[in-house]
């Protein structure tokens, strides 16, 4: 990641005494913080998550997974003439299926297929057994994921062309981990994605600030040297959780030259418009982002409906119908 490029960089200009001194602050702050923040790492948010109810017109599914677990997904039909391409819905955290109807409906009407799934331990999916969700995505909702674009590869009315992933939060995440390694998706619009750098790095230096009175030694650390500190921390959770949280932001930044809109609530108190764009740095061309005035995480939808709604189905129609 380009961060650990610019920390190694800055090691390797630096006097052997300087390097011993961040050295030895780091062996320092992970032995006195690392509880602290893999304490807070664990800790959920309070959503306000989307239920939905069935819809009377999708086609149920239940998908297999290599391990053997059981996903609940549904198929929606476009009720248009003719079908313009095939939308992969990514779900927020918690949510279950029928809650993509109010989110798709305009791309549905419009000419789109939609797809969406729950993953594991979430609405009527199996659970894994020791396996605890959290908002960060892992490798299992990204297994997940990749058993549901396996299954639209493999419908009798697959679209060759590949399909666009329109994700929420958690979701999109996923989806973007999961395309930075599979062609198939061919753009993506995400709202509320974020990644663990850009997120954990800023919650750091006040984490930091409560916890060590020493304002002043804060000021010296680069953003590199915390990202050091949050990948330790986040390495150790994997080992004891046996999971893997994989870097969106590397994600991102594999999924390019493919086109990207990323939405984000300008008044999102959990990920911040700050921390939204710089995720954004991570991807490439062609990409756009889109802050939404007023709007918290995950509602920019409900602030501004027709723009919204006008915004996706332009790029889709662009990057997808096209």
Not at 118 to 146: H, I, M, Y
């Amino acid at each position: 990641m380009p961060w650990i490029i610019t920390g190694v960089a800055i090691l390797l200009s630096l006097p052997a005494g300087a390097v011993l001194v961040l050295v030895g602050l780091y062996l320092y702050l992970c032995r006195n913080y690392l509880d602290n923040l893999s304490r807070i790492f664990l800790e959920k948010p309070l959503f306000i998550i989307p239920r939905g109810q069935p819809l009377p017109e999708a086609e149920e599914v239940a998908l297999r997974t290599p391990d053997g677990l059981t996903l609940r997904g549904c198929y929606v039909k476009t009720s248009a003439p003719s079908r313009k391409g095939v939308i992969l819905f990514g779900l927020e955290f918690g949510s279950n299926r029928w809650a993509c109807g109010p989110y798709t409906d305009f791309l549905r009407d419009a000419g789109y297929d939609v797809f969406t799934y729950e993953p594991r331990c979430q609405g009527e999916s199996d659970c894994e057994k020791g396996f605890e969700p959290l908002q960060w995505v892992t490798d299992r909702e990204a297994a997940d994921c990749r058993t549901a674009l396996e299954y639209l590869k493999g419908r009798p009315d697959a679209d060759p062309r590949g399909v666009g992933l329109f994700g929420y939060s958690k979701g999109a995440n996923a989806g973007l981990v999961v395309a930075a390694g599979d062609r198939f998706i061919h753009c993506a619009v995400t709202d509320g994605a974020f990644g663990h750098h850009t997120v954990m790095v800023p919650y750091m230096r006040v984490w930091f600030a409560i916890y060590d009175p020493n304002y002043l030694l804060h000021g010296l650390f680069g953003a590199w040297y915390y990202g050091l500190i949050a990948r330790t921390g986040v390495r150790r959770l994997e080992r004891e959780r046996g999971t893997r949280f994989p870097d969106v932001e590397t994600a991102l930044r594999k999924f390019g030259p493919r086109p990207v809109l990323m939405i984000h609530g300008a008044e999102d108190t959990y990920i911040k418009a700050d921390m939204a764009r710089d995720l954004f740095r991570y991807a490439r061309q062609p990409k756009e982002l889109w802050v939404v005035p007023a709007a918290k995480h995950n509602q920019a939808i409900q602030v501004a409906p027709d723009e919204y709604r006008r915004r996706v189905l332009e790029f889709f129609d662009m990057h997808l119908a096209s």
